[in-house]
């Protein structure tokens, strides 16, 4: 098998990774076990943006002793079985690529690709991106690679964002199935603030509000540096999650993007009286955040982007819903200027005069 990645991991990054040389040791450490013929499965795992290609390509370019074969998972509306062997298949051997496709033998299939592991030069690094959209088909490949791999010299990097797993997700299902003594963890947080800052001094910015809008995510933080205001590539990405929520998810996501800071837990009941699944899904879908009596989003970033994309007219109905429980069950109770805020959003210009 020979090297092929739908990034070229080959190529070393232009910035330095901040904050990460103990996962990127790591993953160092579980590739050397698998040269010297004891394979491992990494598991990277953080929510989206954390880095977790960044360090997966960083390992990658300096492995010059063997092959690396790259494949990913997508939120597809038809996903495609066994898609990560299909962004691999120009590297793989013509047997291989002759089963993909075909009905049944999946694990004919299964044990080819693992063959061709054992038979190749050096070690081979396996990557399978973003696998919280991954396939049942996928998940099996899974399954079936990481409880054989201490056999073979190679090293299996699976790539995930565990704040969009709970525990009915397939992909927890499989996690816990993997054989302890195979597996190293590697999580990824977010960057500390004296993290931010040193992003900010290789872009030659300043780093003033940076850590408090993005609460250290660094794809976050790094499009932040690079434009004014709300980079369009935040916006898209925070949009692009919220799209594929429920309508009753999304009503949650809203309300709370409509209150700066945070939201109490009992207004969002007493507005939307959501269901304890949406509200699950909800803080799931990897948005927001629950603390005690609180809702809030993860980085602000992402609250302003929901924020502004809801339209001028139900923006205005959710102000006036807020309003209205403010008002009734809380009076006396909250400050007036978080009144006029919602009263001025809501354009009612008579509950901003009283």
Known sequence: MQGDNRVDPTEPGTVELIER?????????????????????????????????????????AHHDGNVLWGGCEALFSPRPLGPLYDMAPSLGERVKSMLGLDGGRVELFATFLAGLQEAAGTTVVVLEDL????????????????????????????????ELDERHPLQMVLGDLPANAVVRVPLPPLSE???????????????????????????????????????????AVIARA?????????ILDLVAIAPGRLETGLVDAVLAPAPADVAAALACGLLNADGRWYSYRHELGRI??????????????????????????????????????????????????
């Open 21 to 61: 040389g103990q996962a990127l040791d790591l993953l160092r450490e579980a590739l050397d076990a698998a040269a010297h013929g004891c394979g491992r499965t990494a598991l990277v795992c953080g929510e989206a943006g954390i880095g977790k290609t960044s360090l997966v390509t960083e390992l990658v370019s």
């Open 194 to 236: 004296a993290g931010v800052d040193a992003l900010a001094r290789q872009s030659n910015r300043s780093a003033e509000g940076i850590f408090a809008a993005t609460g250290g995510n660094p794809f976050f933080v790094t499009e932040a540096l690079r434009a004014e205001g709300l980079p369009a590539t935040v916006r898209d």
């Open 243 to 251: 799209a594929r929520q429920t309508s009753a998810v999304r009503a």
């Open 132 to 163: 919280h959209w991954a396939d049942a088909a996928t998940l099996d490949l899974v399954k079936f690679l990481a409880r054989r791999i201490q056999r073979v010299r190679a090293l299996l990097v699976l790539s995930y964002r565990d704040d």
């Open 305 to 354: 982007a929901i924020e502004q994309a809801l339209p001028g007219p139900i923006a205005a109905a959710l102000h006036a819903r807020l309003l209205a429980v403010l008002e009734c069950q809380h009076a006396g109770q909250i400050a007036m200027s978080r009144l006029v805020h919602h009263a001025s959003k809501a354009g009612d210009v008579g509950a901003v005069m009283k």
